[in-house]
């Protein structure tokens, strides 16, 4: 695999990008909610995807200015070193004929490199060691029918043919490039405008020899290359603005879906929260605001019959730490009381109408009593001078 | 010989390095493309590392005169101007190149008919009457920079 950086320094610049690329990510996933976080990351990588968009446009239409490069010579001074670049003109004799005169020059070294042309489609089914089988094929064949006595080494590449001849000048250094191709690409064949790629990013004589089946080697005049270059780079612009828009939707939709996700996600807790609380609301008993009640002398009465001193409501239900309050008309003479140590309450309730505070700070459920001698029997039985705080 | 005058310098802000070789390395800046290489040829096989840029002429802006700076020039090892001076984006990128990288030699194809901006322009360069050949151009770089055979470069 190729690595998409030329040096470490870019490598560390990269590194450092994306680090302040993703701060306004972290800060808005920490500081906002989930759904910002994403739309922000949206933001970033449209931000970024435009920028290298542009930088990529541009150099498509060869609006960059062209710096040519090379390696230094290897070798002796005599030596010469000649990249042939073939597809399917490798077999017209025209060429191989071209390749045995080269390789017939004393002190000349010729490597014939044969890019497989693999689409990415192929990468991705798996079709590339059939592309790379044919293209070996192709090579063997024509090298067989090379002149025995030259030497001429061949060579068969999976990259991109571009980048083919780039990994070919770190490893062959070549002196000259000559690529072949037809007038018009075909399949299987290296597309016409790569001579002048290839001019245009290395500094050594590049040749651009067409072969037509059984003709000789024709080479295209200045103005052809220039279409071929100009047509090239509108196609390749063309092509990847298409692949441009189509990641951009793809990342958008994706974004979308994961912003829809996260806020159905958001709107289901809320819901979920709301409909507990709603359903907790409905299951607690109800809680008056103002309970009145009486508290009557032989007034309700036993299983055996008599009637016995009692409060009309003996069952309190509250809310935790939410003061209730209590009328009470205590219609005896003396004084009766609400008193419940394990919930913390000494109401003393007091002859005559009255309005008192219930207090619970903890929830359960507390029994109270009345703690001043009254009806021995009614004050050991809730329901009469006992009964039951409930806190939730 | 080597020009150290100037003094003006700033920061520059650079796109990646684009060098893959670690031998000496030679910018050329010539706008004739078969010159060039010819130049590039020469210094090649004498052991450099070469590019070649065309300079202004023809293809808009440098970017060496812009913020983002020309990342050729920056890691070459020597310049080699050869862009003709009658035209003041030449003299601007020659300019630049003094300015940023007052450190990097810059061997300079000097017209004989020199008006004095340009004289001055060119005060502790090191020059070559143009037109001058690839031989002459070969060997004056090796006389700045040295013989790269004698330094056992590696590649990068």
Known sequence: ?392 | MLSSASTDTHTVKLSPQPWRWSHPRVLVEHPDEATGLAIASGLRFAGYAVAICPGPAGHGRCPLTGPAGCAPAHDADLVVSSLGYEHESAREVLRELRTRYPDTPLLVEAPSDMDASLRELLDGCHQLPAPASTEQIVAAVQSIAGHPSDEGSTDA
């Not at chain 1, 060579?155 to 083919?164: G, H, K, Q, R």
């Not at chain 1, 001579?195 to 005049?221: I, N, T, Y």
């Not at chain 1, 003061?323 to 919930?343: K, M």
Request: charged share 20%; hydrophobic share 50%; net charge negative.
């Open chain 1, 1 to 392: 695999m190729r690595s998409p950086f030329q040096s470490e320094q870019e490598a560390f610049r990269f590194v450092l990008l994306v680090i302040v690329a993703l701060l306004p990510v972290v800060l808005a996933a920490v500081l906002g909610p989930a759904w910002l976080a994403l739309v922000v990351l949206a933001v970033v990588l449209l931000a970024g995807a435009a920028r290298v968009a542009q930088l990529r446009m541009r150099k498509l239409r060869g609006l960059e200015l062209p710096v040519k490069m090379a390696p230094p010579h290897v070798g002796s001074p005599e030596e010469r070193r000649v990249l042939v670049l073939a597809g399917d003109t490798l077999g017209e004799q025209a060429l191989l004929t071209e390749v045995e005169r080269l390789a017939r020059v004393p002190h000349t070294h010729v490597l014939v490199l044969v890019p497989a042309l693999i689409s990415p489609a192929a990468r991705l089914t798996g079709g590339v060691d059939g592309l790379l089988d044919q293209a070996r094929v192709r090579l063997k064949t024509a090298l067989d029918r090379v002149g025995h006595e030259l030497v001429v080494a061949g060579e068969v590449s999976d990259a991109d043919p571009l980048e083919a001849v780039e990994d070919a000048f770190a490893t062959f250094t070549p002196d000259e490039v000559i690529v072949s191709t037809r007038w018009e690409r075909g399949a299987g064949g290296l597309d016409p405008a790569l001579a002048g790629l290839v001019r245009e990013r290395f500094a050594v004589p590049v040749r651009h020899l067409v072969f037509e089946h059984g003709s000789g080697a024709q080479e295209p005049d200045a103005a052809t290359e220039a279409r071929y270059r100009h047509e090239s780079g509108d196609a390749a612009a063309r092509l990847f603005g298409l692949r441009t828009l189509a990641g951009a939707a793809v990342m958008a939709a994706l974004l979308i879906s994961l912003v829809a996700l996260v806020r159905s996600g958001e709107r289901n807790e809320a819901r979920t929260v709301s409909q507990a609380a709603a359903e907790q609301a409905a299951a607690a008993p109800h809680v008056a605001r103002l309970v009145v009640l009486k508290v009557i002398p032989e007034y309700k009465p036993g299983p055996e019959g008599e009637k016995h001193d009692a409060f009309t409501v003996t069952e309190f239900t509250v809310k935790v730490g939410q003061p209730q309050e209590l009328r009470i008309d205590n219609t005896d003479e003396v004084p009766h009381s609400i008193t419940s140590p394990g919930a913390g309450v000494n109401i003393v309730v007091m002859p005559g109408i009255h309005t008192y505070t219930l207090l619970v700070k903890h929830a359960g459920a507390f029994l109270w009593f009345c703690t001043f001698q009254c009806d021995e029997w009614a004050m050991q039985h809730p329901g009469y001078m006992s009964g039951y705080i409930t806190a939730t």
